[in-house]
């Protein structure tokens, strides 16, 4: 079979379920440096409902994008971290956000989106500057 009789669909709808949601790209992105728990992702992504978090992390691990680790322990804790899969979609999402960090600077900017923590501030300087 040749690799065209396999291409099947558009790579950029494809990518799109990935990272087209309102709040995929921030749950991937903050699971990059490390793993968290539920209500950890859930203070770093205010406004986010638990349940789109939920459906959000139940798509990525379907898909194979994040890893749910459960340990056993009393109570159980539940730890989300991104797999190899996951981790090659970081590069795509810096580029994304210095893509915006840049062009947002040209741009009047209202109240309500500039509600970017100076935490993530530092680390697109950070990624700017290399």
């Known amino acids: 079979m040749s690799a065209k009789e396999l291409y099947v669909g558009?790579?950029?709808?494809?990518?799109?379920?990935?990272l087209?949601?309102?709040?995929?790209?921030?749950?991937?992105?903050?699971?990059?440096?490390?793993?968290?728990?539920?209500?950890?992702l859930k203070n770093m992504l205010p406004g986010?409902?638990?349940k789109v978090l939920s459906q959000d992390l139940q798509f990525f691990e379907q898909a194979g994008i994040v890893q749910k680790e459960i340990f056993a322990c009393i109570p159980?804790?539940?730890?989300?971290k991104l797999t190899p899969q996951g981790l090659t979609l970081i590069p795509v999402i810096e580029t994304i956000v210095k893509?915006?960090?840049?062009?947002?600077?040209?741009?009047?900017?209202?109240?309500?989106?500039r509600s970017t923590?100076?935490?993530?501030?530092?680390?697109?300087?950070?990624?700017?500057a290399k």
């Not at 087209?20 to 950890?40: C, D, H, M, T, Y």
């Not at 893509?99 to 989106?113: A, F, I, M």
């Not at 923590?117 to 700017?128: K, N, Q, R, T, Y």
Request: include cysteine.
């Open 99 to 113: 893509w915006g960090y840049c062009h947002l600077q040209e741009e009047k900017v209202n109240r309500s989106t």
């Open 48 to 50: 986010i409902s638990d």
């Open 117 to 128: 923590p100076a935490s993530v501030i530092a680390d697109i300087e950070a990624m700017l």
């Open 76 to 80: 159980p804790r539940v730890e989300y």
């Open 10 to 18: 558009c790579p950029v709808q494809h990518a799109r379920k990935y």
């Open 20 to 40: 087209g949601g309102k709040w995929q790209i921030a749950i991937l992105s903050n699971l990059k440096k490390q793993p968290a728990r539920f209500v950890e």
